[in-house]
């Protein structure tokens, strides 16, 4: 079993930047591929990209690339989601998430995700 908290949400202007953490309790994430997703007021759960065990791949989805970087510190068993340029539309509650098989391409469905934090909070004011 694996637990999984986020942490590093809060409130931010826009162009500015976050740093957000998942810490894994439990056991290793070290095999594990990892996803951060988020959820905007109203709107569905999207995948905002991942990375695979060994940290070799890393996905994003278009809307993210260039302004965030996912990055890994399988030691310190926790998953980092950088995020600059933050806009306003990126406002959402963000998740991590653990996949059990871990791969070269990390998922992009939920589904294939077996343990998820509770969210953290990031609002990007205009």
């Known amino acids: 079993q694996v637990q999984l908290v986020e942490s590093g949400g809060g409130l931010v202007q826009a162009g500015g930047s976050l740093r957000l953490s998942c810490a894994a309790s439990g056991r290793t994430l070290s095999t594990y591929d990892m996803g951060w997703f988020r959820q905007a007021p109203g709107k569905e759960r999207e995948f905002v990209g991942g990375?695979?065990?060994?940290?070799?791949?890393?996905w994003y989805i278009d809307s993210v690339k260039g302004r965030f970087t996912i990055s890994r510190d399988n030691a310190k068993r926790t998953v980092y989601l950088q995020m600059n340029s933050l806009k306003p539309e990126d406002t959402a509650v963000y998740y991590c998430a653990a996949d059990r098989q871990g791969s070269y391409y990390p998922p992009r469905v939920e589904a294939e995700y077996d343990y998820w934090g509770q969210g953290t909070q990031v609002t990007v004011s205009s």
């Open positions: 990375i695979n065990w060994s940290g070799v791949s890393i």
